[in-house]
C-alpha cells in the first residue's frame, strides 16, 4: 500500500539542526510530490514547503527561507526535510505528505509525524 | 499572501446538520480540500477539489465553493465527526491552510 514512513523523535538544543527522513513506498516516488507540515501540540496546520523528487525543485514557505531545506535520495525513495536555527518555536510534530500541484491533489498520504523538541 | 479564515468552533447537535466555513478572497476561484483531524491522529482529506469526496468518506459530508467562502457540510452528525477541520488552498506556488475548525457534537 502506499505508504509514507519517518523518523523518529528528536530532541535538539536551540541554535541546532535537524534532519528528519520520509519514505515512500507503494509508489513511484518521483511521480508525485513531497510536502512538509507541521504542527505544533493544540495548534492548526502550518505548510513549509514542498519539493519535487523528480526534478529536485523546492519551493518554501516565506516564513521557513533561509532556514529549511529539502532534499531527496531517489536510489532510495526517501525525502529530507532539515531546519536549522532551531528555536523553542519551533517545537512541533513534522509531517511529510504526498500531493501533486499540477492538478492540485489533496494530500494523501501523510507520514505518521516526528516529533521535534526543542530545549535547552 | 493568501489566508484563510475558519471559526475557531462550531457545534452541532447529534443527527443535525454543520457547515464549517471557510473564507478567503476569490475562494471561489479555487480547488479547496477539506481535511478532518482527530485527536492523536494525522489528517485525512474528506472533501476534495471542493466537492468531491473519497473513497471511503461517507455521503453525509459535502462541500460547495463560491464567492469568497468555502462551506464543509455535514448532515446527520454523529460523534465520531468530533475533530479539527481544516481548508486548504493552493495560490501562488504555495499551499495555505485554513487556521482549523473544532467540531464539537452535543
Known amino acids: 500500500q502506499v505508504q509514507l514512513v519517518q523518523s523518529g523523535a528528536e530532541v535538539k538544543k536551540p541554535g541546532a539542526s535537524v534532519k528528519v527522513s520520509c519514505k515512500a513506498s507503494?509508489?513511484?516516488?518521483?511521480?508525485?510530490?513531497i510536502n512538509w507540515v507541521r504542527q505544533a501540540t493544540g495548534q492548526g496546520l502550518e505548510w513549509m514547503g514542498w519539493?519535487?523528487?523528480?526534478?529536485?525543485?523546492?519551493v518554501y514557505a516565506q516564513k521557513f527561507q533561509g532556514r529549511v531545506t529539502m532534499t531527496r535520495n531517489t536510489s532510495i525513495n526517501t525525502a529530507y526535510m532539515e531546519l536549522s536555527s532551531l528555536r523553542s518555536e519551533d517545537t512541533a510534530l513534522y509531517y511529510c505528505?504526498?500531493?501533486?500541484?499540477?492538478?492540485?491533489?489533496?494530500?494523501?498520504?501523510w507520514g505518521q509525524g516526528t516529533l521535534v523538541t526543542v530545549s535547552a | 499572501s493568501y489566508e484563510l479564515t475558519q471559526p475557531l468552533s462550531v457545534s452541532v447537535a447529534l443527527g443535525q446538520t454543520a457547515k464549517i466555513a471557510c473564507v478567503g478572497n476569490?475562494?471561489?476561484?479555487?480547488?479547496v480540500h477539506w481535511y478532518q483531524q482527530k485527536p492523536g491522529q494525522t489528517p485525512v482529506v474528506v472533501i476534495y477539489?471542493?466537492?468531491s469526496r473519497p473513497s471511503g468518506i461517507p455521503e453525509r459530508f459535502s462541500g460547495s465553493n463560491s464567492g469568497i467562502t468555502a462551506t464543509l457540510t455535514i448532515s446527520r452528525a454523529q460523534v465520531g465527526d468530533e475533530a479539527d477541520y481544516y481548508c486548504?488552498?493552493?495560490?501562488?506556488?504555495?499551499?495555505?491552510f485554513g487556521g482549523g475548525t473544532k467540531l464539537t457534537v452535543l
Open positions: 519539493m519535487n523528487p523528480s526534478s529536485g525543485n523546492t
Open positions: 486548504q488552498v493552493w495560490d501562488s506556488s504555495s499551499w495555505v
Open positions: 505528505a504526498r500531493g501533486d500541484i499540477i492538478v492540485e491533489r489533496p494530500y494523501d498520504p
Open positions: 507503494g509508489y513511484t516516488f518521483t511521480s508525485y510530490d
Open positions: 476569490n475562494i471561489g476561484r479555487k480547488n
Open positions: 477539489k471542493d466537492g
